[in-house]
């Protein structure tokens, strides 16, 4: 990630924020609509951000997954599915029922990788087509399931959808109690720190994803894993003659790759909200590839990428809520179907490589023969 | 005598080669039917049954009479017409070496703009059209809008590099949010009791009629026999699908033999998206009379299946759209015989989808010895 790339990324946040600062004035102050924005940007950022993490994985060791989006959207089902079925037919716990909806997620996006790897690297389909099979696989399975589980006759749960175990709590993070001794008695004060105290109070996942990119930037270019992956994505053939066992690196990183994929299928139904709808990724795999590639393969140049997109889904939700403020002559912010198109538009202008093309890794898509 | 031989040997080879190519794409629907069928006993279902709805749904059994076996066939082939056009787009967007993913936003773009001309060129013009001018201009319309939508995606790609499977993908977002707007707002059918997102009904004179009285099965299914013709003899007699097949080949070859490959690949995904935007077109003046939010989920990543099962060869398209047809249209008396759901065709057709892209596996489970050379589909980023 070069300069260029940060600034531009600085340039279209602000610019979205200050959309949403300069409409909202009327209603809020503009502290608290910057937090608010940033707290919500975070937040739905999230399953961007491991899904473009999950790509970097995958790619550095030379597999192109395609294929996030359908892994997401089928450990969105199954850590659901998991959770009510801890919860309701064995009784467990509510809390206990999240945790292990949030690992049967991750179990599923890792089943889902096994076979994208077993395609692509045992049986060399071509990639690209390898995790169209698993979009489509995702689309029908958890449609199918969905429906015969829940809904019809003859259904496992008998015609509706059972309560769900509930979703992650929110972790407050005490940075308005720090400070209530320096406040003091100044009410405008405090205020301001409670504002400021929203964008660090989080989701579990919300927050491990961003210790995962840092996570991930370290084991990526600092550990021996990490080496021997960029060297069977960049040169197999090398990595090959000095002994490195290509094809066990490569299903060891796209299984990573799916359990970060699952992580991400967890924050829709476990910690976004308590259900499940048929599509509900709606293409935000997708979207994370583009993050990954704007992001040059990078962790950190990706998680930077996926928070502009967060931010532009932030612009969707806080234009909702100013919506009966909004001047006449910017009336199209009113309309939702508009303003959502900012992501998809963002990510096929970023495609372009007009601030910048990125490299791929050299041996990305390519099959190894020995 | 020598002649007859020949060409008894020339039936013979085209008859072994047609074997050959089919023996694959028949052992992965065989394979998915059996998974398929394991699945719906492990959900409780009778899966003999669930075959039987299928078949019966479809083609129709002497049980059913018929007048209503009739009505099943018709219904097969109302439902393979989409599918061999959006077949068609996503096999020639492979041979040219792009994976167009995007059919169904062309499709969506394609019905939009079929529906506007089929509505509202009367008001705009003040007088009525005849049938043989406002239906073809109603069909050309969405057609060529459809191309217009996959030429921006293979403009990027010829000029920037942008990867068409991630960009037809958002121009599939972006046409589904600006349908939704279109059709929830100024092209919203305004009679009083309307209240789903959906254009009014197109004029007659924009309509297509039905082949045969009483069966719903139009012209439109005709149109795609012949258009699937039209791509066989595109695709191998001319220079235009030469230089497709080159590019997709070996774009770098093609370029040194002096191909202009930006130009082709703009072309190609036009082509493409001319032929995902006939299968909107067609679904408008045929058969629905207008577009409706939301009627053609899944035509577009079907057709992608398509495009596979027939190996990207338009007969083979055309018998691959015969199948999925008939599962869908299937489906409701399957549903009907044993209350499983009909998303359960959605997964035995990825499970298609799914042995006929990883041939190797079903090579490796039949032990098939596999032939001549790896067949390149799409490209890295880097293409």
Known sequence: ?370 | MQSEKQSNSLIKRILQSISDASLVPFLAILTAVIIGGIIIKIVGGDPFLAYKGLIEGSFGSPELGLEKSLKAISETAVWSTPYIFAGLAVALAFKGGLFNIGAEGQLAVGAVFSALIGYALPEWLGFDLPVYIHLPLAIIVGMLMGGVWAGIVGALKAYTGGHEVINTIMMNYIALNTTSFLLNGVMKDRSPTNVIARTPLIAESARMPAIFDGLRVHWGFVLALLVAFFIWWLLNKTTLGFEIRTVGLNPDAAQYAGINVKRTIILTMMLSGMLAGLAGSIEVTGLNYRHELGFSIGYGYDAIAIALLGKSHPLGIVLASFLFAAMRNGATRMQFLTQLPVDLISMIQALILLFVAADAIIRYIYRIKSKGERVVLTRGWGG
């Open chain 1, 1 to 370: 990630m070069d300069w260029k790339r940060f600034g531009f990324i600085a340039l279209i946040i602000t610019v979205l924020f200050g959309v949403v600062v300069v409409v909202g004035q009327a209603k809020q102050p503009p502290l608290l609509i910057i937090t608010s924005m940033l707290a919500t940007t975070i937040a739905v950022a999230t399953p961007l951000t491991l899904g473009a993490l999950s790509g970097v994985y995958c790619e550095r060791a030379g597999v192109v997954n395609i294929g996030i989006e359908g892994m997401m959207l089928t450990a969105a089902f199954f850590g659901w599915l998991g959770g009510i079925y801890m919860f309701q037919i064995y009784h467990m716990d509510a809390m206990v029922s999240i945790v292990l909806g949030v690992f049967f997620a991750i179990l599923t996006g890792a089943i889902m990788a096994l076979l994208h790897a077993v395609l692509s690297i045992t049986f060399k389909v071509d990639q690209i087509i390898g995790g169209t099979v698993i979009n489509i696989l995702a689309v029908g399975l958890t449609g199918f399931l969905n429906r015969q589980l829940f809904f019809g006759k003859g259904s496992v749960f008998g015609g509706s959808v059972p309560a769900s175990p509930g979703v992650l709590p929110t972790i407050h993070v005490p940075i308005t109690e720090l400070f209530t001794s320096i406040c003091g008695s100044s009410a405008a004060c405090l205020e301001n720190v409670q504002a400021v105290n929203r964008v660090f109070d989080q989701k579990p996942i919300a927050m491990g994803a961003i210790l995962l990119v840092f996570l991930s930037h370290y084991v990526l270019f600092n550990t021996r894993w990490g080496l021997r992956t960029r060297a069977v994505g960049e040169h197999p053939k090398a990595a090959d003659t000095v002994g490195i066992n290509v094809a066990k690196m490569r299903y060891a990183n796209v299984l990573i790759g799916g359990m970060f994929a699952g992580l991400a299928g967890a924050y829709f139904t476990i910690e976004s909200v308590p259900s499940f709808e048929p599509l509900l990724t709606n293409g935000r795999g997708f979207i994370s590839l583009a993050a990954m590639i704007f992001g040059n393969w990078t962790p950190i140049g990706a998680w930077a990428a996926a928070l502009v997109f967060g931010a532009s889904q932030a612009l969707l939700i806080n234009m909702q809520i100013y919506r009966d403020v909004i001047p006449p002559q910017w009336a199209f912010l009113q309309q939702s179907y508009i303003v959502g198109l900012t992501p998809y538009i963002l990510t096929m202008f970023i495609l372009t490589g007009i601030i910048g093309r990125t490299t791929p890794p050299a041996a990305d898509g390519v099959p190894y023969e020995k």
